[in-house]
């Protein structure tokens, strides 16, 4: 089975980009695997825990091949931490050192003068090995929901941690921000995110209702909302403010939401039909007759009674 590690801490957007070019986005509790890169974004950081058990932090900005020697270092062979046996005298010296006592008393005089070895002469020296200290395997506490056991290594599978993605900020915005929108126009909200969203959607709820949804990956999503249907009544201007009333979703320790849409609703100017007519239109009416004229409107009146003077007073 190839090395494998896995997915401790995501902070902001973090790839995996496989030998034939895949790309995801990572999160908590994923698995990686050698020859993967890892490509991180700046400011972005994730925190990965090997089979051993030792953690790995990688921080931003840079892309990181996953080696095998990364993901599954080589293990030291305690007869690298042997230590040579030391000689009489040296066994001396350290003795006479643990009892507090001179340890050039425990050595012979050395004779009057200086000679130089024998032909086999030399000069004695002492090797000691590398100090192999081990440690035990750092070991956290917690729960993650959305990991299943099934197929990983044992170091992995026993191992539960929680792992949040951090602060997030949630924007809401609109090209129409500021602007009049005529009745039976639409306003297209936008939100925005500064992280990606990892574990679950993010829904977003405004203030008027509608709902914004950014998938697992993204960093935006929007709605378009139709304002008041158009009609040929005088209304006058609707102001509305649109803000961010709540959100549900995503993995984050905590969110921020910043950012209002306001618009004004008008009346776009529907023309109203008034139409004379009678029965008697181009008859002959005789002396003493009368004429009936009636006025009709294509649309019901409100308000008010509609008055219409006629050019005959």
Known sequence: MAAQGQIVEVQGVVKAIAADGRTRILKSGDIVQAGERVELADGASVLMMRPDGE???LDGGRTVLLSEEMLIPRSVDATDAKVEPLNAEAEQVI?????????????????????????????????????????????MSGAVTDIASTNLPSALASTSTTAPAGTLTITLSSATNGQT???????????????????SPLVVTLSNGSQVSIPVGASSGSVTVGVRSDDAYS??????????????????????????????????GTVTNVTLSSVTNGQTVAEGGSITY?????????G??????LSNG
């Open 294 to 302: 009636t006025v009709s409107t294509d649309h019901a009146v409100t």
């Open 181 to 199: 929108v005529a009745e039976g126009g639409s306003i297209t909200y936008t939100v925005s995110t500064d992280h990606a969203v990892t574990g």
């Open 304 to 309: 008010s009674p509609l008055v219409v003077t």
């Open 235 to 268: 209304q006058g201007p609707e102001q509305q403010n649109v803000s961010i009333s709540g959100t549900s979703g995503g993995n984050f320790e905590s969110v921020t939401t910043t950012g209002t849409v306001s618009n004004s609703v008008t009346d776009n």
């Open 95 to 139: 003795a006479a050192l643990t009892n507090n006592a001179d340890p050039f008393n425990t050595l012979e005089e050395a004779a009057a003068g200086l000679t130089g070895g024998g032909p086999d002469g030399g000069f004695s020296a002492y090797r000691l090995g590398r100090i192999v200290e081990s440690i035990s395997p750092l070991s």
């Open 55 to 57: 953690m790995v932090a």
